[in-house]
């Protein structure tokens, strides 16, 4: 069994979209996952699976949330060991110790093509600064995610993929419970 983190995009936020853990977890065993957590109510599911292309566990989630909740979700599959990578890679961590609760990182559908990349100027965006590591990008939002233009919307629009963010701490927290369930 392989453990794997699926981050939903745009659940239980200010009264849209709304599913409790209990029946997102239902849903999950249902698809014959097993080990099946959440961390909080934002749509951070852990659980276990065959080893598959993450993929095919991305369109399989999108279509039973469809079915059984009657909305689409963007959803985003990696295994643990890419979280592992990201927690162990984050720039801001590793080379600056900047202020961890100013921390987040985007998780993109798939790496952007570089004709896109090269048509942002990043230095238009600051204080905030990012830092794109193939399909991963690195925040820092000196004065809060809920301030800076780089948005979900904005990395969609910009690189034409599905994006989604957390928080450093949740990063973190994912880890740790993906770690235990990696034991299983």
Known sequence: MKTYISILRG???????????DALRQMYSDLGFKNIHSY?????????????KHEYLEKKITEK??????FNVPVI???????SMVLKNNPF?????EDITKLYVTFLSHEPVQANIDKINIGQFL???FILKGKTIYLFCPNGYGKTKLTNS?????FKVVATTRNWNTI???YKISEKVSIY
């Open 65 to 70: 949330i469809v079915a059984d909740f009657g």
């Open 172 to 174: 973190n927290e994912l």
């Open 11 to 21: 659940i239980n936020v200010s009264g849209q979209k709304l599913i409790k853990m």
């Open 40 to 52: 909080i109510q934002s749509g951070n599911i852990i659980f276990q699976a065959q080893k598959i």
């Open 127 to 129: 204080p905030d600064e």
């Open 154 to 158: 904005f990395f969609e629009n910009k």
């Open 77 to 83: 599959v990696m295994e643990f060991d890419y979280l």
């Open 93 to 97: 961590v590793v080379e600056r110790t």
